[in-house]
């Protein structure tokens, strides 16, 4: 089910207020690289993100699906430009029923290792993400899911535990669902990523050549690739891991690397776009930030000494009450982010300012008199100790500020005291969901275009945040727009969930932002890397 086009259209008027994408004014005009077009020499990406891990069922991060996209296939996915899940290696795929959907597979498929690819691979795939269930995976996108059977090489069938998902055909395109190789990936456990290398388990426009694990990766084009996005626009390709964006930013400039994606920050943008090398490039996205409450650990969460529900949803509504999105959003982004008042965000289907509405004055400024007043009403005498932690480089250098000024914003209520703490991303995202942080910063890059990858993750028993939230008539409403096939009623039911959790606060919704890219010397096809299904692919950029 794609982005309806009136949404999509919003989330484009978005990222031309919020993001910006750079790309080289020298260089052929037109469109550039395409599935169609003759392979080029190698392109070189540079990017700060971090690979969790080349496994499939061990992250769940935009850096390590990025990779991902490049050398493995879907049964599903989408071509550049669109959000609409399209067969991949898939031949056909359709509800067959309300609770199941069948794929038949393109005939003669192998991973470049030479093994035959077929639905044993499909079913193994799936069963292993759900259970390995790793708490850094992705398996929370197949809450739907109830099991998966091939009745022959070329079919399989997915039984759905709720009829009529109106987003599954986008799950089998998600990161979630690459098709592994059952031949070399364990069933039960994890798979390193130096064994997957060695293996040659791909099947994608690419292979991995050579693998340094967040220092650089060499692609080469797989050319047996039978897959909707075509012969790369490239033969080859590497992508090199930056530490600190302000070198990435002078290899851009310098013509060292040809494409750059996350993270540069606000200022760096801001002087991209003064050289005359570069020019900036509109690309749409939905992209949110926003803190995680840890509802087992946070002050008075249910396994503190002086654990109270009152006096912890109290200390949620006052930090709501408080936070300025619009002063971060101007002082620290400068404008390339905007403030975000819900937990699905402005652009997708039914997206309300729940959060504008209930906390704060009313109108996006806080409120030292609301949060003065519900800390008091639930006996909350004295200055209450946040321990938070943020991550200094998956979300961006920028992160810092952005952290330093909500520490700041709090404080000076005299309601809190912010004990804040940084972790480098390859620990942090494995920490954070395993109750090591009370209070903690988390980003989301969606999976595709569809308001539900803001809520069936997220919120059901925890979903993939283990944040110990778990509010039953949330999880019914959930599931109830999941299954909605008529547009406005499954709108009705999506503003009720984002009414609900803005009571509840499991996280407090900060700021929307876009797709970042930046290219020179010449590249072309840039501008299909920031298309309506948030994937970056290498394929579709030339030299």
Known sequence: MAMNKKALRSVIALASISAFALTACTGPSGGGGSASSAASGPIAYGTTDKVTALDPAGSYDNGSFMVMNQVYSFLLNSKPGSADPVPDLAQSASFT?????????KPGLKWANGHTLDSTDVKFSFDRQLKINDPAGPASLLANLESVSTPDADTAVFKLKLANDQTFPQILSSPAAPIVDHQVFPADKLLSDDDIVKAKAFYGQYTIDSYKKNELISLKAYPDYQGVLGKPANDAATIKYYAEPTNMKLDIQQGNIDVANRSLSATDVDDLKKDSKVKVNIGPGGEIRYITFNFDTMPFGAKTPDANPAKALAVRQAIADLVDRQAIADQVYKGTYLPLYSNVPNGFL???????????????????????????DAGVSSAVTLNLQYNPDHYGSSSGDEYAMIKDQLEKSGLFKVNLQSTEWVTYS?????????????????????????????????????????????????????TTTDKSGREATIQQVQNAL??????????????????????????????????????????
Do not use: C, M
Request: charged content about 20%; proline content about 6%; aromatic content about 12%.
């Open 97 to 105: 029923s309300p609770t199941e959907y069948t794929v038949k597979l």
């Open 350 to 376: 039914g997206a309300n300012q729940s959060f504008k509405d209930a906390y704060g004055d009313g109108t996006g400024k806080p409120s030292l008199d609301k949060a003065k007043k519900v800390l008091s």
């Open 502 to 543: 803005a009571k509840d606060i499991s996280t407090l919704p900060l700021l929307q932002g876009a797709q970042v890219a930046i290219s020179a010397n010449g590249v072309n096809g840039v501008d299909k890397t920031l298309d309506a299904s948030f994937k970056f692919r290498l394929g579709t950029v030339s030299k």
């Open 430 to 482: 494995k920490a954070s969901r395993a109750d090591e942080y009370p209070l903690f910063q988390f980003g989301w890059f969606p999976d595709f275009s569809d308001s539900d990858n803001y809520l069936t993750p997220f919120f059901p028993n925890g979903g993939f945040l283990k944040n110990h939230y778990n509010n039953p008539t949330v999880t019914d409403l959930i599931n109830k727009q999941l």
